[in-house]
């Protein structure tokens, strides 16, 4: 079981931008696409095929090279299914990725502890020999205050700020009670969902 602990002095207070969660924003066109994505086929697709799908999206509405959708499963442990990288503009989907050490002291932790949204336009860190992180959003997935798992987009072509935090928390806001169910009701109620327009 991987436990999340917060070490204070991971980061640069100044290069860190925050925000609240549980805050209302309007609609934008692309989450609007994705979310119908979630609502038809988030019920179907059981398998981890469906982080993939939903990562590949959200790098393409994001213009980011680097991505990680994550879940904390029944035992606490952060399972990593979806991990996709550019480079020389192709596409590649790293499976049973192991989260290297230097990550646990960025800011895809500390969302999830602290259940907040940050992003930065610094260079953070380098994953193997070559990624490296320059400039990274990170976006907790919560549900009824549980952290379910979390977003993590970097390396966009320009640098990151408010509406694309605004966006990426619409969509995980969204995606939240679809994965609840996935996590202790083994999608049993996913119609009920679907009925009712979530």
Not at 184 to 198: D, L, T, V
Request: glycine share 4%; aromatic share 14%.
């Amino acid at each position: 079981m991987i436990m999340l602990k917060r070490d204070k002095n991971c980061f640069d207070n100044n290069s860190v931008y925050r925000s609240k969660k549980n805050i209302e924003y309007k609609k934008q066109e692309p989450d609007i696409i994705l979310k119908k994505y979630i609502i038809e086929h988030f019920p179907k697709i059981t398998n981890d095929d469906i982080y993939n799908n939903v990562l590949g999206i959200i790098l393409n509405m994001m213009q980011s090279k680097f991505g990680i959708f994550g879940y904390i499963d029944k035992k606490g442990a952060i399972v990593c299914p979806s991990i996709i990288k550019y480079t020389c503009r192709k596409q590649t989907l790293i499976k049973n990725y192991i989260v290297p050490l230097r990550m646990w002291d960025s800011i895809w932790s500390i969302a999830m502890i602290e259940k907040i949204s940050l992003y930065s336009n610094h260079i953070l860190f380098e994953i193997d020999n070559n990624i490296k992180i320059n400039g990274a959003l990170a976006v907790p997935i919560i549900y009824q205050d549980e952290c379910l798992g979390n977003f993590f987009v970097a390396n966009k072509e320009t640098k990151f700020n408010e509406k694309d935090k605004i966006l990426l928390e619409n969509i995980a806001n969204y995606i939240a009670p679809f994965m609840y169910i996935r996590k202790y009701y083994n999608n049993s109620i996913y119609p009920i969902f679907k009925k009712i327009g979530r």
